[in-house]
T-cell receptor, first 113, second 110 residues
Framework: DTEVTQTPKHLVMGMTNKKSLKCEQH?????MYWYKQKAKKPPELMFV???????INESVPSRFSPECPNSSLLNLHLHALQPEDSALYLC????????????FGPGTRLTVT | EDQVTQSPEALRLQEGESSSLNCSYT??????LFWYRQDPGKGPEFLFT?????EEKEKERLKATLTKKESFLHITAPKPEDSATYLC???????????WGLGTSLAVNP
């Protein structure tokens, strides 16, 4: 099973709202990732958790706050977003060591109004 | 600077017309080269991992090859359902961050 699940599939939020994106994997992977993808662009890395610790933050604005409650779950908390934050948000996971492929979830389509 | 370049940007084929997509890379210490397929509005679907020059992998109508400077994704007798964007990414050194190409948008006409 190489499935990564994400909820919700679609999210519309106002600039003053607080919402969360959720991601889950049951492949025993020890690295989990959040990406942002705009139309006709490749995924853009936001955060990496390795063995449940934040290992990479690609200078993401503080209105995005990641959380890794355990090795299977990854959350992205959203607060005071801007319209330009509208995008497809992708979660991925991979084995613990560098050099292994990442498996992506279906994504959450976020629209900020 | 580490870089990945994919060509062509877009490719239109007739059903059954075989072709190849190119991914050229310039990185220090290649740890892996990855091919993904992405349908509109969906997450990338993993296809292949290649680690060293001379390596080849196949899956149905797709075959990926790797040299020291580039990778090819060969599509044999494509079908309309092969229409998608194909993304190439590399991982170098001990950095988990993938370096992505901009993708090739493939359309296969029936």
């Amino acid at each position: 099973d190489t499935e990564v699940t994400q909820t919700p599939k679609h999210l519309v939020m106002g600039m003053t709202n607080k919402k969360s994106l959720k991601c889950e994997q049951h492949m025993g992977h020890r690295a989990m990732y959040w990406y942002k993808q705009k139309a006709k662009k490749p995924p853009e890395l936001m955060f990496v958790y390795s063995y449940e610790k934040l290992s990479i933050n690609e200078s993401v604005p503080s209105r995005f706050s990641p959380e890794c409650p355990n090795s299977s779950l990854l959350n992205l908390h959203l607060h005071a977003l801007q319209p330009e934050d509208s995008a497809l948000y992708l979660c991925a996971s991979s084995q613990g060591r560098v050099g292994y492929e990442q498996y992506f979830g279906p994504g959450t389509r976020l629209t900020v109004t | 600077e580490d870089q990945v370049t994919q060509s062509p940007e877009a490719l239109r084929l007739q059903e059954g017309e075989s072709s190849s997509l190119n991914c050229s890379y310039t990185v220090s210490g290649l740890r892996g080269l990855f091919w993904y397929r992405q349908d509109p509005g969906k997450g990338p679907e993993f296809l292949f991992t290649l680690y060293s020059a001379g390596e080849e992998k196949e899956k149905e109508r797709l075959k990926a090859t790797l040299t020291k400077k580039e990778s090819f994704l060969h599509i044999t007798a494509p079908k309309p359902e092969d229409s998608a964007t194909y993304l190439c990414a590399v991982q170098a050194g001990n950095n988990r961050k993938l370096i992505w190409g901009l993708g090739t948008s493939l359309a296969v006409n029936p």
